[in-house]
């Protein structure tokens, strides 16, 4: 089956700085868009950044100019540089895909099963 896997959640002081990994893995054809969401406790999943499988980026506003989505397409992974956390950005991350698996051909919304980032004042 496909699957994605992250990696790099933790506990980190505010100003600090984290990275957040993602790798997609199974019967994968090709991966469209990949992006970041996030969980606070009390409050709806909301998207981080969003990058294209050209590298097109799209980020929410309260994360621009701190955080940095990237990704490499020959190893199928997404990653999140988070730069000058705050108690806001605390939350679990998912990472999700739009990928096309193979056998059978079809299209899937991948998420993975999230990663907790705890930011201490």
């Known amino acids: 089956q496909v699957q994605l896997v992250e990696s790099g959640g933790g506990l980190v002081q505010a100003g600090g700085s984290l990275r957040l990994s993602c790798a997609a893995s199974?019967?994968?054809?090709?991966?469209?868009?990949m992006g970041w969401y996030r969980q606070a406790p009390g409050k709806q999943r909301e998207l981080v950044a969003t990058?294209?499988?050209?590298?097109?980026?799209n980020y929410a506003e309260s994360v621009k100019g701190r955080f940095t989505i990237s990704r490499d397409n020959a190893k199928n992974t997404v990653d999140l540089q988070m730069n000058s956390l705050n108690s806001e950005d605390a939350a679990v991350y998912y990472c999700?895909?739009?990928?096309?698996?193979?056998?059978?051909?079809?299209?899937?919304?991948?998420w993975g099963q999230g990663t907790l980032v705890t930011v201490s004042s």
């Open positions: 999700n895909a739009d990928i096309i698996a193979t056998v059978p051909t079809r299209r899937l919304e991948v």
């Open positions: 199974g019967r994968i054809f090709s991966i469209n868009d």
């Open positions: 990058i294209t499988r050209y590298g097109s980026t």
